[in-house]
T-cell receptor, first 111, second 113 residues
Framework: EDKVVQSPLSLVVHEGDTVTLNCSYE??????LLWYKQEKKAPTFLFML????IEKKSGRLSSILDKKELFSILNITATQTGDSAVYLC???????????FGGGTRLMVKP | IAGITQAPTSQILAAGRRMTLRCTQD?????MYWYRQDLGLGLRLIHY???????GKGEVPDGYSVSRANTDDFPLTLASAVPSQTSVYFC????????????FGEGSRLTVL
């Protein structure tokens, strides 16, 4: 059975801190690893990673994949209160477009 | 409208009742999905459809059915609701050429008493 596990479950930091969110996966016929941000309602897409060692960056967010050790990390530098959200990690299968999601990490950034 | 529209936004339902959650997209995406989200369990796939006229079972399909009569609509039906189906339900869609990006609706919060 496919499994995606995220840690920590929740995190409270202060503005300006740097955080690292973890995601480990066991996905049959793995194709890619995806990160989503969920603020109040609908999750929104952040990154898709398909190759090991290549860092994806978008502003203060970056992510990297290790296909040998089956994990990914999402880094957020100089955190802001607007980064407060649940961050979801998901593994995509080679066959079809289905994703297996982890349970999420709830990040709270205090002023 | 733009994107994915779900209805109703929230609903309280008596156990044993039939309920249909509606989902409509205007992006002409081939694939559509229904997920449920429960605290600590993330998003779990209920059913999916890769193209109009076809559907498939996800991780937690029992007690749910779907249909895909056309590209835009993908309703989810609970034939006889049970309290364990209390959850937030998200409809999503994606292009056939999978880029990884699922577009989600705003969710439907369902409470079964």
């Amino acid at each position: 059975e496919d499994k995606v596990v995220q840690s920590p479950l929740s995190l409270v930091v202060h503005e300006g801190d740097t955080v690292t969110l973890n995601c480990s996966y066991e996905v049959t016929n793995f194709r890619s690893l995806l990160w989503y941000k969920q603020e109040k309602k609908a999750p929104t897409f952040l990154f898709m990673l398909t190759s090991s060692g290549i860092e994806k960056k978008s502003g203060r967010l970056s992510s990297i994949l290790d296909k040998k050790e089956l994990f990914s990390i999402l880094n957020i530098t100089a955190t802001q209160t607007g980064d407060s959200a649940v961050y979801l990690c998901a593994g995509a299968h080679n066959a079809g477009n289905m994703l297996t999601f982890g349970g999420g990490t709830r990040l709270m950034v205090k002023p | 409208i733009a994107g994915i529209t779900q209805a109703p936004t929230s609903q309280i339902l008596a156990a044993g009742r039939r309920m249909t959650l509606r989902c409509t997209q205007d992006m002409r995406h081939n694939a559509m999905y229904w997920y449920r989200q429960d605290l600590g369990l993330g998003l779990r796939l209920i059913h999916y459809s890769n193209t109009a006229g076809t559907t498939g079972k996800g991780e937690v399909p029992d007690g749910y059915s779907v249909s895909r009569a056309n590209t835009d609509d993908f309703p989810l039906t609970l034939a006889s609701a049970v309290p364990s189906q209390t959850s937030v339900y998200f409809c999503a869609s994606s292009d056939w050429g999978f880029t990884g990006e699922l577009f989600f609706g705003e969710g439907s919060r369902l409470t079964v008493l």
